[in-house]
């Protein structure tokens, strides 16, 4: 059975870099999509981007300046780095198969503050 | 972006009662769609895909229809375990786009 899982520090400073992990089991990331969504304080979700079975990679353009996903298929995992982060960046962050997402991680708190 | 406006946004349902969730999306999302529950300090679970389809092991009584625009989730018959949190996700365009969220009480 596929399980993905996040992990990264649950405290980021303003204008410092969020940086996370998604470490999969049972399937390969050279196959399919995974993708990193967050949930807002409030509920708000959005999507935040992609990386392909090919190592393609798409993003949502409201982040394309701050964002990058990359991968290590040695390991069996991908990566989010969001750059020049805000308080606004405060959200649970969630790694996830394909394009729709029929697989998630448990989620984690990211909290940007000072 | 395709926006997606869900409604409503909390719901009070009996014991046994049918409920419904709506999704509109601002553009033909040509049945794209799909429905998440989320139930509280846990991660989302895909209810339904492709705006009617059940997605292994849900429970029958799930069921999701529309075309077009407009999108519904129906619960036939509330139990105790289906207390959560609901949202859709337009699959059609990236980037991908949810619901604002339904929040779905037990009353």
């Known amino acids: 059975e596929v399980q993905l899982q996040e992990s990264g520090p649950g405290l980021v400073k303003p204008s410092q870099s969020l940086s996370l992990t998604c470490s999969v089991t049972?399937?390969?990331?050279?196959?399919?999509?995974w993708g990193w969504i967050r949930k807002f304080p409030g509920n708000k979700m959005e999507w935040m981007g992609y990386i392909s079975y090919s190592g393609s990679t798409s993003y949502n353009p409201s982040l394309k300046s701050r964002i990058s996903i990359t991968r290590d298929t040695s390991k069996n995992q991908f990566f989010l780095q969001l750059n020049s982060v805000t308080t606004e960046d405060t959200a649970t962050y969630y790694c996830?198969?394909?394009?729709?997402?029929?697989?998630w991680g448990q989620g984690t708190l990211v909290t940007v503050s000072s | 972006d395709i926006q997606m406006t869900q409604s409503p946004a909390s719901l009070s349902a009996s014991l046994g009662e049918t409920i419904s969730i709506e999704c509109r999306a601002s553009?033909?999302?040509?049945?794209?769609l799909a429905w998440y529950q989320q139930k509280s300090g846990k991660s989302p679970q895909l209810l339904i895909y492709a705006a009617n389809r059940l997605q292994d092991g849900v429970p029958s009584r799930f069921s999701g229809s529309g075309s077009g625009t407009q999108y519904s989730l129906k619960i036939s018959g509330m139990q105790p375990e289906d207390e959560g949190d609901y949202f859709c996700l337009q699959g059609s365009k990236f980037p991908r786009t949810f619901g604002g969220g339904t929040k779905l009480e037990l009353k």
């Open positions: 553009e033909d999302i040509y049945s794209n």
């Open positions: 049972g399937y390969s990331i050279t196959s399919n999509y």
């Open positions: 996830a198969r394909g394009t729709v997402f029929a697989y």
